[in-house]
């Protein structure tokens, strides 16, 4: 069972759609990721917050847009995105990011297709 | 920038039996942490099993275990009396205190009943 909940699981939007995806932890992690995995390709990192501050962006296009409200909830905010931009969405939280023996936790991913 | 290989795309074990999946990384580094990810069909990554690098012993998660070979960079993965359930895209992940996760290619693992 998964402590990492992602909402929506799908989700069909138009590019010039705004839609947001939603992550929520309870396990008091305090850093919290945004991973992009494209078909039968490993999860590839965009964002890391860190203590509710964005601490890593990994030359992320700005059509995303994250957002940490609080330590529980990350959501990632999507406009104008592209055909090439379906993939799956992996929301991820650890105890924090500065400890390395701290493991990621992954949600079950939210299936993104962009049409 | 750190770099893990898996150099089997798919791997088939009969249920019931033992399969090994390789795993080989590139670091300068002397404190790190190793990771078996498991992803099934519902696409949830799920950590099977960590290894951190100033232990010599290979840690086991009951059926699963790691053969880690430090001086080698090999992490392989051994499952043991292998089920249905263990069907999976299986990612070997790095991470150390410079680097952030980085993930092997992967390898499918089919169990055949």
């Known amino acids: 069972d998964t402590e990492v909940t992602q909402t929506p699981k799908h989700l069909v939007m138009g590019m010039t759609n705004k839609k947001s995806l939603k992550c929520e932890q309870h396990?008091?992690?305090?850093?919290m990721y945004w991973y992009k995995q494209k078909a039968k390709k490993p999860p590839e990192l965009m964002f890391v917050?860190?203590?509710?501050?964005?601490?890593i962006n990994e030359s992320v296009p700005s059509r995303f847009s994250p957002e940490c409200p609080n330590s529980s909830l990350l959501n990632l905010h999507l406009h104008a995105l592209q055909p090439e931009d379906s993939a799956l969405y992996l929301c991820?939280?650890?105890?924090?990011?500065?400890?390395?023996?701290?493991?990621?936790?992954f949600g079950e991913g939210s299936w993104l297709t962009v049409v | 920038a750190q770099t893990v290989t898996q150099s089997q795309p798919e791997m088939s074990v009969q249920e019931a039996e033992t399969v090994t999946l390789s795993c080989t990384y590139d670091?300068?580094?002397?404190?790190?942490?190793l990771f078996w990810y498991k992803q099934p069909p519902s696409r949830q990554m799920i950590l099977v099993i960590r290894?951190?690098?100033?232990?010599?012993q290979n840690a086991t998660e009951n059926r699963f275990s790691v053969n880690f070979q430090k001086a080698a960079k090999s992490f392989s993965l051994k499952i043991s009396d292998s089920q249905l359930g263990d069907a999976a895209m299986y990612f070997c992940?790095?991470?150390?205190?410079?680097?952030?996760?980085?993930f092997g290619t992967g390898t499918r693992l089919t169990i055949i009943p």
């Open positions: 991820a939280s650890s105890r924090d990011r500065e400890n390395t023996a701290n493991t990621i936790y």
């Open positions: 396990m008091g992690h305090r850093a």
């Open positions: 917050y860190s203590y509710e501050k964005l601490s």
């Open positions: 670091t300068s580094e002397s404190d790190y942490y």
């Open positions: 290894q951190e690098a100033y232990k010599q």
């Open positions: 992940a790095y991470r150390s205190s410079t680097e952030k996760l980085t």
